[in-house]
C-alpha cells in the first residue's frame, strides 16, 4: 500500500513539474515554429534552416525546431510529426515525403491548434493551411529545358535523371517540362531514369545512361543529389563537352564541375530564402496577423509577400541561374 | 520383450524438454534476458518522463505507440520463424503488395470487408510463395526472401509507378486511425491480443515446441516425427498475413497507397526480434522478449522524437542499444569468469 502511495506521489510531482515547465514556456510566450524536412542532411535543407534561423532572429520571439527522419519515408515524417503535435509546438512547416500520406497526421495537428503550413514538397489541400512553392512548376519545367537547349542550338538527344518515382516535386517539374518541349526545336528526350536520390545509384543510372545513348547530348536532373552524380560520372566517362549535365544543383556541390565544364549552367532557387519564407509565414498565420485563405496575401519580410491561388498555393519566386560567371560567389553561400 | 522395452523407455520420453534457450539453466536465462529487457524499458521511460515534460501524455503515448504496433505484429510471426531457422526479408514488401491490391479493389468500388479480405488474401499467398520455395523445394529463406522482396514490390511499382491510390471508405480509417477506448487505438488493441496469441502459440502448444526442436535441431526433429516441412510452411504462411494485417493498418493510417509504403520496415521488424533475445541463429527466444523490445524501440523513438534529436542521432543510438542489449550479457559472462 505504501509503495503504491509513494508511486502515486511521485507522478502526481512529475505531473506537477510537467505543468510548471509548461507554463513557464507559455509565459515567455515564444512561438515554437518546427522546421520539418524531408531528411536531416541534406546541404539543401541545411541551407533552408539557416533561412528560418535568420527569420527567427528578425522577428524575435521565436524558436526553430529543425527536424527530420534520417530517411526519405512518410512513415518516418509521421513519427517526427506525432513528436511535435506532443510537444504542442506553435507552427509546423514541412516539406513533404509523400502528398497523402501525411495528411491524417497533419490534420490531427490542426485539430490540435497547430498551424501547419507546407513548402517545397506540398502536401495535399486538405493536410495543410497553406503551400509555398518555392517557384512555379512551370516556371522550374521550363528553366531545366532551356538551360539544355541553350547550350544546343542544333538540337539533339536528352534524358532525364529523376528521383524516387514517388518524389512529388520531381515528376511535377518533369511533367511540366515535357509540355514545353515543342518551344525547343530539335530537343529529344529520349528517356527518364530514377536515381532514387541516393549518389552510387544516379551515378549508376547515368553510366546507363552513356552506354545505352550514345549520341546523348544533355541529361536534366532536377534533383540536388543527381545533377552532381550525372556530372561526376559523365566526367569518369571522359565526355566533358560531349554531354552536358544540367537541371537543378546546389552551388557549393556544383562549383568543381561548373568549373570543369561538365556542367554549363543549372538555376536552383535560394534555400536560404525558403526556409526564411517560410517561417515568416509559419509566424504571420500563428500570430494570426495573417489568414491563409485563397487570394490572401502573406508577407515574407524581405522577401516581399506570396499571394495565394485557388489551391492555398503561392510561388515564391523564379528560380535562379548559376554558371561559371557567379559560382564562386554562391558555392560558399550554399 | 520388445513391446515392455518400449514400455520402460515411453515415460523417459515423455519427460524430457526440447530446451528453449541455448545457455543452461535456462529457466534462470529466461528471466535474466526478459529482465535486463524490462530494467532497459523502465530506464527509458524514467529517462523521458525527466527529459521532456510532454512525455507523460495518454494523448502522447497513444500517438507514440503508432511508432512500434505494425512492426511488432510482423515481429511476433518473425520471432517464429526466426527460432525455427528460417527468416522472412519480404515482409515490407509484402506489405507494398497487400496495400497495392487493396487500392487497385478500392478503385473498383470494394467495401471494407471486401478490402480487409483480399488483403489478408494476397498476404496469405504471398506466404504461400515463399513457403513453397522455401520448405518445398528446399532453398534458403534467405535467398529466396531476398528475391521476393524485390518482386512483391516490384509489382507494386509496375501498377502504381508514381502514382498513389488515394480516398479510401470512411470507415476503413478505423483500423490505423480508430479508438476502441479513450486513448487505447484499434492497433494497440491488435498488438495486445496478437502478443498473448502467439505467446500461447509459442510457448503453451506442441506446435511452439516443434518450432523450437525444428530450430535447435531440424534432422532431429525430422526423426522425431516434427512434419518439418509443413510447420516452416505454416510459419511463412502465418508471417504473410501477420504482414497483411500490419499492411491493412498502414494503410488505413496513411489513408493512401504508394509502391514505397512501409520500406525499410523488414530490418526494423529484425532488428526488434534479435533485441526481444531471439538467438539469429534458431532455436530459443520468447514472445515477451519481442513484445519488451517492441515497447523499448517505440519508446526510444518517441522520446528522442521529443528532444528533437535529429533521425541520423536516433538511429545510431538504437544500433548502440541493440548491440549494447546483446554483448551485455555475453560481457558479463567474460567478466565473470
New interface residues.
Given amino acids: 500500500m505504501s509503495i503504491l502511495k509513494k508511486a502515486l506521489t511521485t507522478t502526481a510531482t512529475a505531473a506537477a513539474l510537467a505543468t510548471a515547465l509548461l507554463a513557464s514556456a507559455a509565459q515567455a510566450e515564444t512561438r515554437r515554429i518546427a522546421l520539418v524536412v524531408k531528411s536531416l542532411g541534406n546541404g539543401f535543407f541545411e541551407a533552408a534552416a539557416r533561412g528560418a534561423e535568420e527569420a527567427a532572429k528578425e522577428l524575435g520571439d521565436v524558436e526553430i525546431i529543425y527536424t527530420g527522419p534520417t530517411t526519405t519515408t512518410a512513415a518516418g515524417q509521421i513519427e517526427v510529426i506525432n513528436a511535435l503535435i506532443a510537444q504542442r509546438v506553435d507552427a509546423i512547416a514541412i516539406s513533404a515525403n509523400d502528398t497523402d500520406a501525411l495528411v491524417p497526421a497533419l490534420k490531427r495537428a490542426m485539430d490540435r491548434g497547430i498551424t501547419v503550413i507546407s513548402w517545397d514538397s506540398g502536401v495535399a489541400a486538405e493536410g495543410r493551411q497553406m503551400h509555398l512553392n518555392p517557384s512555379s512548376n512551370p516556371l522550374i519545367g521550363n528553366t531545366i529545358v532551356k538551360l539544355a537547349a541553350d547550350q544546343l542550338p542544333e538540337g539533339g538527344d536528352v534524358a532525364f535523371l529523376s528521383a524516387t518515382t514517388t518524389s512529388t516535386n520531381q515528376n511535377i517539374w518533369i511533367e511540366e517540362a515535357t509540355k514545353v518541349l515543342p518551344n525547343y526545336a530539335g530537343i529529344n528526350v529520349v528517356v527518364t531514369v530514377y536515381g532514387d536520390d541516393l549518389a552510387d545509384k544516379s551515378y549508376r543510372e547515368t553510366q546507363g545512361l552513356l552506354q545505352t545513348y550514345p549520341n546523348l547530348k544533355a541529361i536534366i536532373a532536377p534533383t540536388s543529389v543527381g545533377i552532381v552524380a550525372a556530372a561526376q560520372a559523365v566526367t569518369d566517362a571522359g565526355k566533358i563537352g560531349e554531354v552536358n549535365v544540367t537541371g537543378l544543383g546546389l552551388p557549393s556541390e556544383m562549383a568543381g564541375h561548373v568549373k570543369s565544364g561538365a556542367s554549363k549552367s543549372f538555376a536552383i532557387w535560394n534555400p536560404v530564402d525558403l526556409g526564411y519564407a517560410a517561417t515568416y509565414i509559419a509566424y504571420e498565420l500563428t500570430t494570426g496577423k495573417a489568414k491563409a485563405e485563397p487570394g490572401a496575401s502573406i508577407p515574407m519580410g524581405r522577401i516581399g509577400t506570396v499571394t495565394l491561388d485557388e489551391n492555398g498555393e503561392g510561388a515564391m519566386s523564379d528560380p535562379f541561374t548559376y554558371d561559371a560567371s557567379n559560382i564562386d560567389e554562391f558555392s560558399s553561400v550554399f | 520383450m520388445t513391446d515392455i522395452s518400449m514400455n520402460k523407455s515411453a515415460p523417459v520420453a515423455k519427460g524430457r524438454q526440447i530446451p528453449d534457450r541455448l545457455t543452461s539453466g535456462w529457466k534462470r536465462g529466461l528471466k535474466s534476458w526478459e529482465a535486463l529487457l524490462l530494467v532497459v524499458a523502465v530506464a527509458i521511460f524514467i529517462f523521458n ?2 527529459a ?6 495518454p ?2 503515448l497513444s ?2 505507440s ?2 512500434f504496433t505494425e512492426k511488432a505484429m510482423i515481429a511476433f510471426a518473425m520471432a517464429l520463424l526466426i527460432i525455427a531457422g528460417d527468416i522472412d526479408l519480404s515482409v515490407a514488401s509484402i506489405m507494398a503488395l497487400v496495400s497495392t491490391v487493396m487500392g487497385v479493389a478500392m478503385g473498383l468500388g470494394a467495401s471494407t470487408p471486401v478490402l480487409v479480405f483480399l488483403g489478408l488474401g494476397t498476404g496469405l499467398l504471398c506466404g504461400a510463395f515463399n513457403g513453397v520455395l522455401v520448405a518445398g523445394m528446399g532453398l534458403p529463406s534467405i535467398v529466396v526472401t531476398i528475391g521476393t522482396m524485390s518482386l512483391f514490390r516490384g509489382i507494386s ?1 509496375i501498377v502504381l ?2 502514382g ?1 491510390f ?1 480516398g479510401y471508405p470512411a470507415d476503413f ?1 478505423f483500423f ?2 480508430g479508438y476502441v477506448w479513450w486513448v487505447i487505438t484499434f492497433e494497440l488493441v491488435l498488438f495486445a491480443l496478437f502478443a498473448v496469441l502467439f505467446g500461447l502459440l509459442l510457448h503453451g502448444t506442441s506446435f511452439g515446441r516443434m518450432v523450437y526442436a525444428i530450430g535447435n535441431n531440424a534432422t532431429a526433429a525430422r526423426f522425431s516425427g516434427i512434419r518439418v516441412n509443413r510447420v516452416r510452411f505454416i510459419l511463412f504462411l502465418l508471417t504473410g498475413v501477420m504482414s497483411a494485417i500490419a499492411a491493412i493498418c ?1 494503410t488505413s ?4 497507397t ?8 523488414e530490418l526494423e521488424v529484425v532488428t526488434m526480434v534479435v533485441l526481444g533475445g531471439v538467438s539469429i541463429l534458431g532455436g530459443s527466444g520468447s514472445i515477451p522478449g519481442v513484445v519488451l523490445a517492441a515497447l523499448i524501440m517505440g519508446l526510444l ?2 522520446g528522442l ?2 528532444l ?1 534529436v ?3 542521432v ?2 545510431i543510438i538504437i544500433g548502440a542499444l541493440l548491440i549494447g542489449v546483446i554483448a551485455l550479457p555475453r560481457l558479463w559472462k567474460m567478466v565473470r569468469r
Fill in positions: 518522463s525527466f521532456s515534460p510532454y512525455f507523460l501524455d494523448w502522447s500517438d507514440a503508432f511508432n511499382y509507378g508514381d498513389a488515394t480509417a490505423g486511425q498502414l493510417r496513411l489513408g493512401s504508394r509502391p514505397s509504403i512501409a520500406q525499410g520496415f523513438t518517441f522524437g521529443l528533437n535529429p533521425g541520423i536516433m538511429s
